[in-house]
Nanobody
Framework: QVQLVESGGGLVQAGGSLRLSCAASGRTFSSYAMGWFRQAPGKERDCIAAISIDWNGGRAYYADSVKGRFTISRDNAKNTVYLQMNSLDPEDTAVYYC???????????????????WGQGTQVTVSL
């Protein structure tokens, strides 16, 4: 069992940056693979970034829409996963969710159904 709490969302100007944080409870955080999802009104919830457990150095995934602009990272000592978002665009406006699943080696999952635990979401709004 793990509980997730996102923070760091808000209103930012186009071209600006935000860093989202996802703080996890429990003693087994390092055994969980993590993902960041976002959902805009009327659209599906899509995976934009994911990171495996740290086995053999770990592995990261990025959706094409955010590749080169967003960076996912984890700090197991702090039980926290981050999403650094740069060069933000109004199309990035959405509710952002942190999610966790039991990790297996360096595997990556991008489907929402693969993740067992979810945070409450944090709103990111990018203005012109």
């Amino acid at each position: 069992q793990v509980q997730l709490v996102e923070s760091g969302g808000g209103l930012v100007q186009a071209g600006g940056s935000l860093r989202l944080s996802c703080a996890a409870s429990g003693r087994t955080f390092s055994s969980y693979a993590m993902g960041w999802f976002r959902q805009a009104p009327g659209k599906e919830r899509d995976c934009i970034a994911a990171i495996s457990i740290d086995w053999n150095g770990g592995r990261a995934y990025y959706a094409d829409s955010v590749k080169g602009r967003f960076t996912i990272s984890r700090d197991n000592a702090k039980n926290t996963v981050y999403l650094q978002m740069n060069s933000l665009d109004p199309e990035d406006t959405a509710v952002y969710y942190c999610a966790a699943r039991a990790g297996v080696g360096r595997t990556i999952a991008t489907m929402p159904k693969s993740y067992e635990y979810w945070g409450q979401g944090t709103q990111v709004t990018v203005s012109l």
